[in-house]
T-cell receptor, first 112, second 114 residues
Framework: GDSVTQMEGPVTLSEEAFLTINCTYT??????LFWYVQYPGEGLQLLLK?????DKGSNKGFEATYRKETTSFHLEKGSVQVSDSAVYFC???????????FGTGTRLLVSP | EAQVTQNPRYLITVTGKKLTVTCSQN?????MSWYRQDPGLGLRQIYY???????DKGDVPEGYKVSRKEKRNFPLILESPSPNQTSLYFC?????????????FGPGTRLTVT
């Protein structure tokens, strides 16, 4: 079945450092890809998405590009802030969208 | 304010005592679903509903029931909870099924079964 693999965390960075969180997927069809963010004590919020190959999703300084050839959707940000500390989930949905398939999540800790 | 609400937020109960976690959305969304979040496993779908009176199993439905009698509500029922159902539960909704529609998540319900 479809699956998503994320890098293990926690990822610990200093403020203004460059962030990459790796995400690869396995899917039989042509899924849409998502990054969700979960701040402490809250539910998940959609951060960005891409629906077809070579699409780039972006929001709040975060970017991810849908790479079909490498089945990847890595999350990047050029300069992280303390307020970016959260758990980040990569996810996919099949074209029929009965559900989202999530990775295990990566905790990001940003120190001043 | 557009939102998905869940109650209770925290619940500690004992094995076998029936419980219901409520979920309500005020956005007139057709699609609703329940997920559980466990360390090292991410979120897994329990049940989903495409519309009123239409529900179906997700990946981990054993031990759970749901109902969708009204569009706004999608309660999760544990008839006889067991310790392996200790988890963080999220309800989600979207305007319709389909990846172009954003999923909105509730704040979560942390359930402990002793």
């Amino acid at each position: 079945g479809d699956s998503v693999t994320q890098m293990e965390g926690p990822v610990t960075l200093s403020e203004e450092a460059f962030l990459t969180i790796n995400c690869t997927y396995t899917a039989t069809g042509y899924p849409s890809l998502f990054w969700y963010v979960q701040y402490p004590g809250e539910g998940l919020q959609l951060l960005l998405k891409a629906t077809k190959a070579d699409d780039k999703g972006s929001n709040k300084g975060f970017e991810a590009t849908y790479r079909k050839e490498t089945t990847s959707f890595h999350l990047e940000k050029g300069s992280v802030q303390v307020s970016d500390s959260a758990v980040y989930f990569c996810a996919l949905s099949d074209p029929g969208f009965q559900k989202l398939v999530f990775g295990t999540g990566t905790r990001l800790l940003v120190s001043p | 304010e557009a939102q998905v609400t869940q109650n209770p937020r925290y619940l500690i109960t004992v094995t076998g005592k029936k419980l219901t976690v409520t979920c309500s959305q005020n956005m007139n969304h057709e699609y609703m679903s329940w997920y559980r979040q466990d360390p090292g496993l991410g979120l897994r779908q329990i049940y989903y509903s495409m519309n009123v009176e239409v529900t179906d199993k997700g990946d981990v439905p054993e031990g759970y029931k749901v109902s969708r009698k009204e569009k706004r509500n999608f309660p999760l029922i544990l008839e006889s909870p067991s310790p392996n159902q200790t988890s963080l539960y999220f309800c989600a909704s979207s305007l319709s099924a389909g990846s172009s529609y954003e999923q909105y998540f509730g704040p979560g319900t942390r359930l402990t079964v002793t």
